[in-house]
C-alpha cells in the first residue's frame, strides 16, 4: 500500500530536550516536506527536499533541522524544543516539485512541549 | 491579507444537502487549485484538483475555479455523514525560472447532520 508513515503519532516532551520525528514514504518520491497545523493558521510548511540531500527552507523553519541521506526517509529535528513547537505536524510526498499540487500527507504527529 | 482565505465554518448541513465551500485567493500566478479533505485525528487526503479555470467532477464533488474573479469552489452533492470532515483549500503555482509556491486555507469545518 502507497503511504507515509511518521512516528511517533504522539510525544510529550520538556522544553529543551533534543528530538527527531520520523517519516518515510515507500512511493519512490523525490520531493519531501514537512508541515506544522495551527488553528486559524493553516498548513504551513516547514523544510522541504527535492531529493537526497538537496533540502531548503519553508515558510517557518526556525527551531527545526532536517536531512534527506536517502529517498524514502526525511526525519525531522528539533534540537532545542520550546512550547511555540507545540504543533500537530505533517510529512508529506509527491513525485516531483512539479507535482506539488498532489501530496500525499502521513497521519501526523500531535507535539506537545512543557 | 493571507494569499488563499478560506471561512473557517463551521458548518452544519442535513444529510442530502448540496454543500458549497469556498476559498478566494490573491496571487494570479497560481495555476492549480486543489481540495483536501481531512477526517479529525488524520493527515490531508487529496479529493481532487482542478488546473486553471473550469470545473471538474468527481462523483458527489465538483471543483470550480473563477480566475477571473480568484473564487475556488467544492461542491458536495447528496452529502453524507461520512462526508463530515476539514475541508482546506490550496493553491499552487510553479515558473519557469524554478519557482514554486504552495499555499493553504485555514480548512472549513464541516458536520453533515444524520
Given at each position: 500500500e502507497a503511504q507515509v508513515t511518521q512516528n511517533p503519532r504522539y510525544l510529550i516532551t520538556v522544553t529543551g530536550k533534543k528530538l527527531t520525528v520520523t517519516c518515510s514514504q515507500?512511493?519512490?518520491?523525490?520531493y519531501m516536506s514537512w508541515y506544522r497545523q495551527d488553528p486559524g493558521l493553516g498548513l504551513r510548511q516547514i523544510y522541504y527536499s527535492m531529493n537526497v540531500e538537496v533540502t531548503d527552507k519553508g515558510d517557518v523553519p526556525e527551531g527545526y533541522k532536517v536531512s534527506r541521506k536517502e529517498k524514502r526517509n526525511f526525519p525531522l529535528i528539533l534540537e532545542s524544543p520550546s512550547p511555540n513547537q507545540t504543533s500537530l505536524y505533517f510529512c508529506a510526498s509527491s513525485i516531483d516539485r512539479g507535482a506539488v499540487y498532489e501530496q500525499y500527507f502521513g497521519p501526523g504527529t500531535r507535539l506537545t512541549v512543557t | 491579507q493571507k494569499e488563499v482565505e478560506q471561512d473557517p465554518g463551521p458548518l452544519s448541513v442535513p444529510e442530502g444537502a448540496i454543500v458549497s465551500l469556498n476559498c478566494t485567493y490573491?496571487?494570479?500566478?497560481?495555476q492549480y487549485f486543489m481540495w483536501y479533505r481531512q477526517y479529525s485525528r488524520k493527515g490531508p487526503e487529496l479529493l481532487m484538483y482542478t488546473y486553471s479555470s473550469g470545473n471538474k467532477e468527481d462523483g458527489r464533488f465538483t471543483a470550480q475555479v473563477d480566475k477571473s474573479s480568484k473564487y475556488i469552489s467544492l461542491f458536495i452533492r447528496?452529502?453524507?455523514?461520512?462526508?463530515?470532515a476539514t475541508y482546506l483549500c490550496a493553491s499552487f503555482f510553479i515558473s519557469n525560472f524554478g519557482n514554486e509556491k504552495l499555499t493553504f486555507g485555514t480548512g472549513t469545518r464541516l458536520t453533515i447532520i444524520p
Open positions: 515507500n512511493m519512490n518520491h523525490e | 490573491s496571487n494570479s500566478a497560481f447528496d452529502s453524507q455523514p461520512s462526508d463530515s
